[in-house]
């Protein structure tokens, strides 16, 4: 970010100076944030504000003309330290351009309808709070199509399947918000299991566990238990 304004007027060592120097100041601030406890998610003021406004800075001061000789201009280190002075007008032109906007855009909002969450909210996360699903609705989702498809090959297969004895696929989420459920398996599926563990076979579901249970090796959370 700190080389865009001065990429197309700096020579290569400036331009590794600049990266530098502005990688320095963005880490500073990045430091200062978090201990001063601003809010600023994706760090855009800090990382695009601050290292912009250090690079256009640095401009004034390494640009040169023969590096750009339809456009450029001298900076301060070349001769022409009033360089410096445009760069610094240009940084608050555009500082005051942009608070401008950003007023013009929330103040309204913030009457109307406020922009700022609830801090019960903001520690929940936006994605429970406003849509009452987090990121375990994912994983459920993803097992929820697994059970579509033992449920469909069970229905399929229902005439060739055992009465007694049954198996269990049971999803725990993490979050303890979220319900957990169950579905039973047909009784072929235990045999598979016994089967498999006899012939020194890996289980379908997974590997064996100590309390009898079988543990889906890219979802813990996903248990297939005998009953």
């Not at 023969?66 to 009033?82: E, H, I, T, W």
Request: hydrophobic share 45%; net charge negative; aromatic share 8%.
């Amino acid at each position: 970010v700190a080389i865009t304004p001065a990429c197309g007027f700096v020579q290569p060592g400036w331009a590794i100076l600049i990266g530098v120097i502005g990688t320095g100041i963005v880490y500073g601030l990045l430091l200062l944030k978090r201990h001063m406890h601003i809010d600023d998610t994706l760090d855009v003021a800090i990382v695009h504000g601050c290292g912009g406004i250090a690079g256009a800075f640095m401009t004034g001061l390494f640009a040169q003309k023969k590096m750009n000789p339809s456009g450029g201009a001298d900076g301060a280190f070349y001769g022409n330290p009033v360089q410096l002075w445009y760069q610094i007008a240009g940084i608050l032109t555009a500082i005051g351009f942009a608070a401008a906007c950003t007023a013009l855009i929330l103040v309204p909002l913030n009457l109307i309808m406020g922009i700022r969450l609830a801090k019960e909210d903001e520690m929940v996360g936006l994605d429970a709070a406003a849509h009452g699903e987090g990121w375990e609705v994912a994983a459920s989702r993803a097992v929820g199509d697994m059970v579509k498809q033992v449920l469909a090959e069970v229905n399929e297969n229902k005439g060739q399947l055992a009465e007694n004895g049954s198996f269990e696929l049971r999803y725990v989420p993490a979050n303890k918000d979220r319900h957990s459920f169950s579905v039973p398996l047909p009784t072929r599926y235990e045999h598979q299991r016994n089967e498999d563990t006899e012939n020194n076979r890996e289980p379908m579901f997974g590997v064996p566990n100590n309390n009898q249970s079988v543990v889906n090796k890219d979802n813990p959370n996903m248990v297939a238990s005998r009953h």
